[in-house]
Protein backbone atom coordinates (compact mmCIF):
# COMPACT_ATOMS: atom_id res chain seq x y z
CA UNK A 1 0.00 0.00 0.00
CA UNK A 2 1.05 3.44 -0.77
CA UNK A 3 -0.25 6.49 1.04
CA UNK A 4 -0.35 10.39 -0.47
CA UNK A 5 1.97 11.80 -1.96
CA UNK A 6 3.30 14.80 -0.76
CA UNK A 7 2.70 17.79 -2.20
CA UNK A 8 3.60 21.80 -2.71
CA UNK A 9 1.38 24.33 -0.51
CA UNK A 10 0.04 24.82 -3.86
CA UNK A 11 -1.43 21.44 -4.92
CA UNK A 12 -3.15 21.19 -1.39
CA UNK A 13 -4.35 24.21 -1.87
CA UNK A 14 -6.31 24.32 -5.31
CA UNK A 15 -7.75 20.68 -4.22
CA UNK A 16 -9.26 22.07 -1.32
CA UNK A 17 -10.63 25.41 -3.18
CA UNK A 18 -11.29 23.50 -6.24
CA UNK A 19 -11.19 26.75 -8.11
CA UNK A 20 -12.68 26.80 -11.31
CA UNK A 21 -14.17 23.46 -10.67
CA UNK A 22 -17.81 22.79 -12.77
CA UNK A 23 -18.98 23.22 -16.64
CA UNK A 24 -21.38 23.75 -18.77
CA UNK A 25 -23.71 22.12 -21.26
CA UNK A 26 -21.44 20.85 -24.17
CA UNK A 27 -23.95 21.90 -26.64
CA UNK A 28 -23.75 25.27 -25.69
CA UNK A 29 -22.62 26.98 -29.13
CA UNK A 30 -19.88 29.60 -27.31
CA UNK A 31 -18.24 26.19 -25.02
CA UNK A 32 -15.44 24.39 -26.18
CA UNK A 33 -15.02 20.93 -24.28
CA UNK A 34 -11.73 19.14 -24.46
CA UNK A 35 -11.48 15.65 -22.28
CA UNK A 36 -8.34 13.68 -21.98
CA UNK A 37 -7.69 10.56 -20.08
CA UNK A 38 -10.02 7.63 -19.46
CA UNK A 39 -11.39 6.49 -15.86
CA UNK A 40 -9.66 3.06 -16.61
CA UNK A 41 -6.12 4.43 -16.71
CA UNK A 42 -6.47 6.48 -13.45
CA UNK A 43 -6.32 10.05 -14.97
CA UNK A 44 -9.64 11.75 -16.48
CA UNK A 45 -9.99 15.36 -17.34
CA UNK A 46 -12.58 17.21 -18.66
CA UNK A 47 -12.08 21.02 -19.59
CA UNK A 48 -14.46 23.21 -20.87
CA UNK A 49 -13.85 27.32 -22.13
CA UNK A 50 -16.53 29.51 -22.59
CA UNK A 51 -15.39 31.95 -25.86
CA UNK A 52 -16.57 35.03 -26.73
CA UNK A 53 -14.71 37.20 -29.56
CA UNK A 54 -11.70 34.68 -29.46
CA UNK A 55 -11.25 35.25 -26.08
CA UNK A 56 -11.52 32.46 -23.56
CA UNK A 57 -14.47 34.38 -21.03
CA UNK A 58 -14.25 31.87 -18.64
CA UNK A 59 -12.92 28.00 -18.58
CA UNK A 60 -14.32 25.34 -15.94
CA UNK A 61 -12.76 21.78 -14.62
CA UNK A 62 -13.97 18.30 -13.81
CA UNK A 63 -11.28 16.20 -13.07
CA UNK A 64 -10.54 12.23 -12.05
CA UNK A 65 -7.12 11.89 -10.49
CA UNK A 66 -4.33 12.34 -8.23
CA UNK A 67 -4.30 15.52 -6.47
CA UNK A 68 -1.75 16.46 -9.39
CA UNK A 69 -4.34 16.13 -12.05
CA UNK A 70 -6.86 17.72 -10.43
CA UNK A 71 -4.37 20.80 -9.30
CA UNK A 72 -3.06 20.67 -13.03
CA UNK A 73 -6.84 21.08 -14.80
CA UNK A 74 -7.79 23.85 -11.85
CA UNK A 75 -4.47 25.89 -12.29
CA UNK A 76 -4.72 25.40 -16.36
CA UNK A 77 -8.44 26.82 -16.53
CA UNK A 78 -6.79 29.86 -14.44
CA UNK A 79 -4.22 30.53 -16.57
CA UNK A 80 -6.76 30.28 -20.09
CA UNK A 81 -9.42 32.35 -18.70
CA UNK A 82 -9.47 36.02 -20.23
CA UNK A 83 -6.76 35.06 -22.53
CA UNK A 84 -7.01 35.34 -26.11
CA UNK A 85 -7.21 32.04 -28.20
CA UNK A 86 -4.50 32.07 -29.55
CA UNK A 87 -2.76 32.74 -26.28
CA UNK A 88 -3.96 30.15 -24.44
CA UNK A 89 -3.04 27.40 -27.09
CA UNK A 90 0.31 28.69 -26.02
CA UNK A 91 -0.11 27.47 -22.45
CA UNK A 92 3.07 25.21 -21.69
CA UNK A 93 2.77 21.79 -19.87
CA UNK A 94 6.23 22.44 -17.96
CA UNK A 95 5.31 25.96 -16.90
CA UNK A 96 2.05 24.60 -15.18
CA UNK A 97 3.96 21.57 -14.00
CA UNK A 98 6.73 23.65 -12.37
CA UNK A 99 4.01 26.53 -10.96
CA UNK A 100 2.35 23.65 -8.89
CA UNK A 101 6.62 22.01 -8.28
CA UNK A 102 4.81 18.53 -8.91
CA UNK A 103 7.11 15.58 -8.79
CA UNK A 104 9.21 14.29 -11.54
CA UNK A 105 6.57 11.41 -11.47
CA UNK A 106 3.54 13.34 -11.46
CA UNK A 107 4.33 16.15 -14.03
CA UNK A 108 2.45 14.65 -16.85
CA UNK A 109 -0.56 15.33 -15.04
CA UNK A 110 -0.28 18.87 -16.39
CA UNK A 111 0.08 17.54 -19.31
CA UNK A 112 -2.79 16.22 -19.44
CA UNK A 113 -4.51 19.46 -18.35
CA UNK A 114 -2.99 21.73 -21.44
CA UNK A 115 -3.69 18.73 -23.99
CA UNK A 116 -7.44 19.27 -22.68
CA UNK A 117 -7.18 23.15 -23.04
CA UNK A 118 -6.11 22.37 -26.97
CA UNK A 119 -8.98 20.53 -27.31
CA UNK A 120 -11.38 22.67 -26.07
CA UNK A 121 -10.76 25.29 -27.97
CA UNK A 122 -10.65 22.83 -31.02
CA UNK A 123 -13.58 21.59 -30.05
CA UNK A 124 -14.99 25.45 -30.10
CA UNK A 125 -13.37 26.16 -33.21
CA UNK A 126 -14.34 23.18 -35.33
CA UNK A 127 -18.18 23.74 -34.07
CA UNK A 128 -17.82 26.95 -34.80
CA UNK A 129 -16.67 27.37 -38.32
CA UNK A 130 -19.03 24.50 -39.18
CA UNK A 131 -21.56 26.72 -38.15
CA UNK A 132 -20.26 29.65 -39.64
CA UNK A 133 -19.76 27.27 -42.64
CA UNK B 1 -14.17 15.18 23.35
CA UNK B 2 -11.37 16.60 20.81
CA UNK B 3 -9.13 14.62 18.97
CA UNK B 4 -5.54 14.73 17.65
CA UNK B 5 -4.68 16.11 14.59
CA UNK B 6 -4.26 13.78 12.46
CA UNK B 7 -6.03 10.74 13.42
CA UNK B 8 -3.91 8.14 12.87
CA UNK B 9 -6.09 4.89 10.74
CA UNK B 10 -3.15 3.20 9.45
CA UNK B 11 -2.82 0.60 11.97
CA UNK B 12 -1.95 -2.23 9.15
CA UNK B 13 0.98 -0.57 7.95
CA UNK B 14 2.42 -0.10 11.36
CA UNK B 15 2.07 0.85 14.93
CA UNK B 16 2.97 2.88 18.40
CA UNK B 17 5.41 0.43 20.64
CA UNK B 18 3.27 -0.03 23.34
CA UNK B 19 4.68 2.01 26.87
CA UNK B 20 4.54 -1.44 28.45
CA UNK B 21 6.62 -3.19 25.29
CA UNK B 22 8.95 0.21 25.59
CA UNK B 23 9.95 -0.03 29.25
CA UNK B 24 10.60 -3.73 28.80
CA UNK B 25 12.72 -2.81 26.34
CA UNK B 26 14.80 0.09 27.84
CA UNK B 27 16.96 -1.97 30.22
CA UNK B 28 18.40 -3.71 27.05
CA UNK B 29 19.88 -1.09 25.14
CA UNK B 30 22.66 -0.20 27.67
CA UNK B 31 22.62 -2.21 31.31
CA UNK B 32 21.72 -5.37 30.17
CA UNK B 33 24.22 -5.21 26.66
CA UNK B 34 25.54 -8.18 26.29
CA UNK B 35 25.75 -10.50 23.25
CA UNK B 36 23.60 -13.53 23.71
CA UNK B 37 25.73 -15.91 21.83
CA UNK B 38 28.44 -14.43 24.38
CA UNK B 39 28.33 -18.09 26.19
CA UNK B 40 31.40 -17.26 28.64
CA UNK B 41 30.61 -14.86 30.97
CA UNK B 42 27.11 -12.77 32.37
CA UNK B 43 26.53 -10.44 30.27
CA UNK B 44 25.97 -12.82 27.53
CA UNK B 45 23.93 -15.52 29.87
CA UNK B 46 21.51 -12.81 30.51
CA UNK B 47 21.05 -11.64 27.39
CA UNK B 48 20.22 -15.20 26.19
CA UNK B 49 17.79 -15.57 28.91
CA UNK B 50 16.15 -12.56 27.61
CA UNK B 51 15.59 -13.77 24.06
CA UNK B 52 14.91 -17.37 25.51
CA UNK B 53 12.01 -15.39 27.41
CA UNK B 54 11.01 -13.40 24.58
CA UNK B 55 10.79 -16.52 22.53
CA UNK B 56 8.66 -18.12 24.76
CA UNK B 57 6.26 -15.30 25.05
CA UNK B 58 6.37 -15.19 20.91
CA UNK B 59 5.60 -18.91 21.07
CA UNK B 60 2.83 -18.60 23.63
CA UNK B 61 0.74 -16.06 21.75
CA UNK B 62 0.14 -18.75 18.34
CA UNK B 63 0.69 -21.98 20.42
CA UNK B 64 3.92 -22.93 19.22
CA UNK B 65 6.84 -24.42 21.51
CA UNK B 66 9.79 -22.02 21.81
CA UNK B 67 12.02 -24.14 19.74
CA UNK B 68 9.50 -23.62 16.81
CA UNK B 69 10.68 -19.94 16.77
CA UNK B 70 13.52 -18.36 14.17
CA UNK B 71 13.83 -14.56 15.13
CA UNK B 72 14.90 -12.78 12.12
CA UNK B 73 14.84 -9.04 10.96
CA UNK B 74 11.33 -9.00 9.96
CA UNK B 75 8.18 -10.12 8.38
CA UNK B 76 10.31 -9.88 4.63
CA UNK B 77 12.61 -11.69 5.88
CA UNK B 78 11.17 -14.22 7.42
CA UNK B 79 8.77 -15.07 4.34
CA UNK B 80 12.24 -15.21 2.14
CA UNK B 81 13.65 -17.47 4.58
CA UNK B 82 10.04 -19.66 4.65
CA UNK B 83 9.92 -19.64 0.23
CA UNK B 84 13.46 -19.58 -0.45
CA UNK B 85 14.88 -21.50 2.45
CA UNK B 86 12.06 -24.13 1.76
CA UNK B 87 12.35 -24.66 -2.34
CA UNK B 88 16.16 -24.70 -1.87
CA UNK B 89 16.12 -27.35 0.82
CA UNK B 90 13.16 -29.72 -1.02
CA UNK B 91 14.77 -29.55 -4.71
CA UNK B 92 15.00 -33.34 -4.96
CA UNK B 93 11.05 -33.36 -4.54
CA UNK B 94 10.49 -30.96 -6.85
CA UNK B 95 10.71 -27.69 -8.07
CA UNK B 96 6.55 -25.90 -7.74
CA UNK B 97 5.77 -23.66 -5.64
CA UNK B 98 1.53 -21.99 -5.43
CA UNK B 99 0.27 -19.15 -3.96
CA UNK B 100 -2.13 -16.29 -4.26
CA UNK B 101 -2.48 -13.32 -6.22
CA UNK B 102 -3.39 -11.12 -3.30
CA UNK B 103 -0.32 -11.93 -1.50
CA UNK B 104 1.89 -9.49 -0.18
CA UNK B 105 5.03 -8.50 -2.38
CA UNK B 106 7.19 -10.08 -0.15
CA UNK B 107 5.80 -13.21 -1.33
CA UNK B 108 4.91 -12.96 -4.96
CA UNK B 109 8.11 -11.03 -5.28
CA UNK B 110 10.30 -13.78 -4.00
CA UNK B 111 8.44 -16.59 -6.20
CA UNK B 112 8.88 -14.36 -9.10
CA UNK B 113 12.18 -14.31 -8.71
CA UNK B 114 12.91 -17.87 -8.21
CA UNK B 115 10.20 -18.42 -11.28
CA UNK B 116 13.20 -16.55 -12.85
CA UNK B 117 15.91 -19.28 -11.29
CA UNK B 118 13.94 -22.05 -12.75
CA UNK B 119 11.25 -22.72 -10.62
CA UNK B 120 7.40 -23.21 -11.56
CA UNK B 121 5.13 -20.87 -9.80
CA UNK B 122 1.12 -21.08 -10.02
CA UNK B 123 -0.01 -18.04 -8.88
CA UNK B 124 -4.42 -19.18 -8.05
CA UNK B 125 -7.12 -16.13 -8.18
CA UNK B 126 -9.27 -15.02 -5.44
CA UNK B 127 -13.03 -14.65 -5.61
CA UNK B 128 -15.07 -11.23 -5.55
CA UNK B 129 -14.79 -11.72 -1.71
CA UNK B 130 -10.72 -11.86 -1.36
CA UNK B 131 -10.81 -15.56 -0.92
CA UNK B 132 -9.35 -18.30 -2.22
CA UNK B 133 -11.74 -21.34 -3.50
CA UNK B 134 -9.58 -24.44 -1.30
CA UNK B 135 -11.23 -27.04 -3.84
CA UNK B 136 -8.90 -24.70 -6.64
CA UNK B 137 -5.95 -24.50 -4.42
CA UNK B 138 -5.86 -28.60 -3.73
CA UNK B 139 -6.32 -29.29 -7.63
CA UNK B 140 -3.17 -26.81 -8.00
CA UNK B 141 -1.02 -29.28 -5.87
CA UNK B 142 1.63 -31.63 -7.85
CA UNK B 143 3.66 -34.55 -6.67
CA UNK B 144 6.40 -31.62 -7.61
CA UNK B 145 4.58 -29.28 -5.75
CA UNK B 146 7.34 -28.60 -2.69
CA UNK B 147 5.40 -25.33 -0.66
CA UNK B 148 2.37 -23.41 -0.85
CA UNK B 149 1.77 -19.71 0.42
CA UNK B 150 -1.22 -18.26 1.26
CA UNK B 151 -1.07 -15.70 3.47
CA UNK B 152 -3.53 -15.62 6.93
CA UNK B 153 -5.09 -11.98 6.54
CA UNK B 154 -4.79 -9.67 3.45
CA UNK B 155 -2.88 -6.49 4.53
CA UNK B 156 -5.10 -4.46 2.27
CA UNK B 157 -8.35 -5.79 2.67
CA UNK B 158 -8.13 -7.33 5.76
CA UNK B 159 -9.94 -10.99 4.67
CA UNK B 160 -8.86 -14.35 6.51
CA UNK B 161 -8.14 -16.83 4.30
CA UNK B 162 -9.43 -20.52 5.05
CA UNK B 163 -5.68 -21.84 6.08
CA UNK B 164 -6.48 -25.02 8.19
CA UNK B 165 -8.55 -25.74 5.21
CA UNK B 166 -5.63 -25.40 2.74
CA UNK B 167 -3.42 -27.42 5.23
CA UNK B 168 -5.19 -29.97 5.51
CA UNK B 169 -4.75 -30.18 1.66
CA UNK B 170 -1.09 -29.70 1.53
CA UNK B 171 -0.48 -32.42 3.85
CA UNK B 172 -2.17 -34.69 2.35
CA UNK B 173 -0.08 -34.61 -0.85
CA UNK B 174 3.04 -33.72 1.53
CA UNK B 175 3.27 -29.97 0.60
CA UNK B 176 4.89 -27.53 3.50
CA UNK B 177 2.40 -24.69 4.13
CA UNK B 178 3.81 -21.45 4.34
CA UNK B 179 1.82 -18.63 5.78
CA UNK B 180 2.31 -14.43 6.04
CA UNK B 181 0.34 -14.08 9.38
CA UNK B 182 1.74 -10.52 10.16
CA UNK B 183 -1.82 -9.00 10.27
CA UNK B 184 -3.76 -11.47 11.91
CA UNK B 185 -1.47 -12.60 14.98
CA UNK B 186 -1.84 -10.57 17.70
CA UNK B 187 -5.07 -9.58 16.45
CA UNK B 188 -7.58 -12.81 15.85
CA UNK B 189 -6.64 -15.72 17.66
CA UNK B 190 -3.76 -17.27 15.67
CA UNK B 191 -2.79 -21.00 16.87
CA UNK B 192 -0.54 -23.28 14.89
CA UNK B 193 -2.11 -26.37 15.89
CA UNK B 194 -5.19 -25.26 14.72
CA UNK B 195 -4.14 -23.24 11.81
CA UNK B 196 -2.11 -26.39 10.42
CA UNK B 197 0.71 -23.96 8.64
CA UNK B 198 4.09 -25.58 8.54
CA UNK B 199 5.66 -22.41 8.21
CA UNK B 200 4.48 -19.00 10.32
CA UNK B 201 5.85 -15.15 9.26
CA UNK B 202 5.14 -12.78 11.84
CA UNK B 203 6.69 -9.43 12.93
CA UNK B 204 6.33 -7.28 16.31
CA UNK B 205 5.89 -3.86 14.55
CA UNK B 206 2.35 -4.81 13.75
CA UNK B 207 1.32 -5.71 17.18
CA UNK B 208 2.69 -2.61 18.84
CA UNK B 209 6.54 -4.03 18.80
CA UNK B 210 9.18 -2.87 17.99
CA UNK B 211 10.40 -2.73 14.26
CA UNK B 212 12.92 -4.31 13.14
CA UNK B 213 12.33 -7.55 14.45
CA UNK B 214 10.19 -10.50 13.31
CA UNK B 215 9.84 -14.18 13.26
CA UNK B 216 9.64 -17.38 11.60
CA UNK B 217 7.41 -20.13 13.10
CA UNK B 218 9.27 -23.49 11.86
CA UNK B 219 6.85 -26.60 12.49
CA UNK B 220 9.22 -29.74 14.80
CA UNK B 221 6.75 -32.19 13.59
CA UNK B 222 6.65 -31.57 10.00
CA UNK B 223 10.64 -32.23 10.08
CA UNK B 224 10.37 -29.06 8.09
CA UNK B 225 14.22 -27.91 7.57
CA UNK B 226 14.85 -24.79 5.70
CA UNK B 227 18.24 -24.03 3.57
CA UNK B 228 19.33 -20.75 5.35
CA UNK B 229 19.68 -17.80 3.53
CA UNK B 230 23.07 -16.41 5.27
CA UNK B 231 26.46 -17.65 6.40
CA UNK B 232 27.45 -17.04 9.80
CA UNK B 233 27.96 -17.40 13.46
CA UNK B 234 25.38 -20.66 13.64
CA UNK B 235 22.74 -18.51 15.54
CA UNK B 236 19.07 -19.99 15.58
CA UNK B 237 20.42 -23.10 15.00
CA UNK B 238 22.29 -22.14 12.06
CA UNK B 239 18.60 -21.49 10.41
CA UNK B 240 19.04 -17.73 10.73
CA UNK B 241 22.97 -16.61 11.44
CA UNK B 242 23.09 -13.12 12.71
CA UNK B 243 23.79 -11.38 16.58
CA UNK B 244 20.75 -11.38 18.21
CA UNK B 245 18.50 -7.98 18.17
CA UNK B 246 18.60 -8.59 22.35
CA UNK B 247 16.13 -5.28 23.21
CA UNK B 248 13.88 -5.72 19.88
CA UNK B 249 12.99 -9.64 21.06
CA UNK B 250 12.37 -8.48 24.46
CA UNK B 251 10.47 -6.14 22.98
CA UNK B 252 8.64 -8.76 20.81
CA UNK B 253 8.05 -10.95 23.67
CA UNK B 254 6.09 -8.25 25.62
CA UNK B 255 4.40 -6.78 23.01
CA UNK B 256 2.81 -10.70 22.16
CA UNK B 257 2.19 -10.86 25.99
CA UNK B 258 0.30 -7.83 26.14
CA UNK B 259 -1.87 -8.87 22.79
CA UNK B 260 -2.51 -12.48 24.39
CA UNK B 261 -3.52 -10.83 27.62
CA UNK B 262 -6.35 -8.16 25.80
CA UNK B 263 -6.99 -10.34 22.42
CA UNK B 264 -10.51 -11.33 24.04
CA UNK B 265 -11.70 -7.76 24.27
CA UNK B 266 -9.47 -5.69 21.75
CA UNK B 267 -10.41 -7.45 19.05
CA UNK B 268 -14.76 -7.25 19.33
CA UNK B 269 -13.77 -3.27 20.63
CA UNK B 270 -12.15 -2.72 17.38
CA UNK B 271 -14.52 -4.25 15.12
CA UNK B 272 -17.13 -2.10 17.03
CA UNK B 273 -15.58 0.94 16.08
CA UNK B 274 -15.07 -0.24 12.77
CA UNK B 275 -18.48 -0.93 12.18
CA UNK B 276 -18.96 2.63 13.46
CA UNK B 277 -16.91 3.83 10.91
CA UNK B 278 -18.48 1.80 7.62
CA UNK B 279 -22.42 3.10 9.43
CA UNK B 280 -20.99 6.92 9.40
CA UNK B 281 -19.92 6.91 5.66
CA UNK B 282 -22.13 4.75 4.18
CA UNK B 283 -24.95 7.14 6.29
CA UNK B 284 -23.02 10.37 4.81
CA UNK B 285 -22.67 9.19 1.04
CA UNK B 286 -23.67 7.12 -1.92
CA UNK B 287 -21.56 4.30 -3.42
CA UNK B 288 -19.27 3.23 -1.01
CA UNK B 289 -18.95 -0.31 -1.41
CA UNK B 290 -16.64 -2.73 1.14
CA UNK B 291 -14.21 -4.74 -0.44
CA UNK B 292 -13.65 -8.30 0.17
CA UNK B 293 -15.73 -10.77 2.92
CA UNK B 294 -17.13 -8.65 5.50
CA UNK B 295 -17.00 -11.94 7.23
CA UNK B 296 -13.90 -13.29 7.47
CA UNK B 297 -12.49 -10.73 8.06
CA UNK B 298 -10.01 -8.84 10.27
CA UNK B 299 -11.90 -7.16 13.04
CA UNK B 300 -9.47 -3.73 12.82
CA UNK B 301 -9.63 -3.53 8.78
CA UNK B 302 -12.20 -1.33 6.71
CA UNK B 303 -11.36 -1.40 2.90
CA UNK B 304 -13.94 0.66 0.79
CA UNK B 305 -14.34 2.34 -2.61
CA UNK B 306 -15.78 5.99 -2.62
CA UNK B 307 -16.78 5.25 -6.65
CA UNK B 308 -16.03 8.36 -8.71
CA UNK B 309 -13.19 9.68 -6.59
CA UNK B 310 -9.39 8.58 -6.57
CA UNK B 311 -7.95 7.14 -3.18
CA UNK B 312 -4.56 9.52 -3.60
CA UNK B 313 -6.61 12.20 -3.55
CA UNK B 314 -8.33 11.27 -0.87
CA UNK B 315 -5.47 10.54 1.03
CA UNK B 316 -3.90 14.04 0.04
CA UNK B 317 -6.79 16.19 0.94
CA UNK B 318 -7.19 14.07 4.24
CA UNK B 319 -3.69 14.80 5.12
CA UNK B 320 -3.57 17.21 7.91
CA UNK B 321 -7.12 14.91 9.77
CA UNK B 322 -6.55 11.47 9.04
CA UNK B 323 -3.52 8.87 8.28
CA UNK B 324 -5.54 6.18 5.95
CA UNK B 325 -4.04 4.26 2.85
CA UNK B 326 -5.13 4.21 -0.70
CA UNK B 327 -3.40 1.49 -2.61
CA UNK B 328 -2.31 3.45 -6.16
CA UNK B 329 0.79 3.85 -6.95
CA UNK B 330 1.98 6.27 -9.45
CA UNK B 331 5.37 5.42 -11.43
CA UNK B 332 6.61 7.55 -14.09
CA UNK B 333 3.32 9.24 -14.63
CA UNK B 334 1.36 5.90 -15.64
CA UNK B 335 -0.62 5.06 -12.69
CA UNK B 336 -1.63 1.58 -11.53
CA UNK B 337 -4.17 -0.05 -8.64
CA UNK B 338 -3.40 -2.27 -6.33
CA UNK B 339 -2.86 -5.64 -7.24
CA UNK B 340 -4.93 -6.67 -4.44
CA UNK B 341 -8.00 -4.21 -5.64
CA UNK B 342 -7.39 -5.63 -9.24
CA UNK B 343 -7.53 -9.40 -8.43
CA UNK B 344 -10.82 -9.02 -6.94
CA UNK B 345 -12.27 -7.40 -10.24
CA UNK B 346 -13.58 -4.49 -9.44
CA UNK B 347 -14.91 -1.86 -11.78
CA UNK B 348 -12.34 1.27 -12.70
CA UNK B 349 -14.10 3.32 -10.62
CA UNK B 350 -13.76 1.28 -7.94
CA UNK B 351 -10.20 0.27 -8.23
CA UNK B 352 -9.11 4.09 -7.75
CA UNK B 353 -11.67 4.23 -5.40
CA UNK B 354 -10.17 2.04 -2.91
CA UNK B 355 -9.19 3.05 1.06
CA UNK B 356 -7.68 0.98 3.29
CA UNK B 357 -8.86 2.43 7.00
CA UNK B 358 -6.55 0.45 9.98
CA UNK B 359 -7.91 0.91 13.37
CA UNK B 360 -6.26 -0.15 16.35
CA UNK B 361 -5.36 -0.13 20.52
CA UNK B 362 -5.41 3.49 20.60
CA UNK B 363 -8.30 4.05 18.43
CA UNK B 364 -11.44 5.98 20.27
CA UNK B 365 -14.59 6.21 19.13
CA UNK B 366 -14.60 10.25 18.76
CA UNK B 367 -11.57 9.71 16.43
CA UNK B 368 -13.42 7.43 14.18
CA UNK B 369 -16.46 10.02 14.02
CA UNK B 370 -14.34 12.75 13.52
CA UNK B 371 -12.38 10.67 10.39
CA UNK B 372 -15.89 10.00 9.17
CA UNK B 373 -16.91 13.41 8.82
CA UNK B 374 -14.04 14.62 7.22
CA UNK B 375 -13.86 11.55 4.52
CA UNK B 376 -17.47 12.49 4.09
CA UNK B 377 -17.41 15.94 3.44
CA UNK B 378 -14.42 15.72 0.94
CA UNK B 379 -15.60 12.56 -0.49
CA UNK B 380 -18.42 15.13 -1.70
CA UNK B 381 -16.40 17.97 -2.44
CA UNK B 382 -14.28 15.30 -4.80
CA UNK B 383 -17.39 13.79 -6.42
CA UNK B 384 -18.85 17.48 -7.28
CA UNK B 385 -15.68 18.36 -9.14
CA UNK B 386 -15.58 15.23 -10.75
CA UNK B 387 -16.42 14.29 -14.43
CA UNK B 388 -16.94 10.25 -13.31
CA UNK B 389 -21.22 9.57 -12.53
CA UNK B 390 -21.35 8.34 -9.60
CA UNK B 391 -24.22 5.77 -9.84
CA UNK B 392 -26.85 5.42 -7.04
CA UNK B 393 -26.13 3.06 -4.61
Same mark, same amino acid.
Given at each position: ?133 | ?39 ? @? ?53 ? @? ?52 ? !? ?53 ? @? ?11 ? !? ?12 ? &? ?17 ? &? ?56 ? !? ?16 ? &? ?18 ? &? ?41 ? !????
Amino acid at each position: MTTAVRYSAEVVRRCQQMARAGGWPEADPQVGTGVVGSLEAGTLVRLQVRIDADVVADARFKAFGCSAAIASASLAADLVAGRPCAAALTLDAAAVADALDLPEDKRAMAAHAVAAVRQAIGDWERRNVAARG | MTVSRPVYLDFHATTPVDPRVLQAMLPYFNHVFGNASSRQ @HRFGWKAEEAVERGRQQVAALIGARAKEIVFTSGATEANNLAIRGAVAARRARGN @HVVTVATEHHAVLDTCKALEQDGCRVTVLPVARDGLVDPDRFAAALTEQTVLAS !VMTANNEIGVIQPIAALAQACRARGVWLHTDAVQAVGRVPVDVETLGADLVSITA @HKMYGPKGVGALY !VRRASKVELTPLFT &GGGQERGIRPGTLNVPGIV &GFGAAAEVCGQELATEGPRVAALRDRLLAALQAGLESVTVNGSLVARLPHNLHVSFAG !VDGEALMSGLADDVAASS &GSACASGSREPSHVVKALGL &GAAEQWGAVRFGLGRTTTAAEVDFAAERVVALVQRLRAASPVE !VGRA
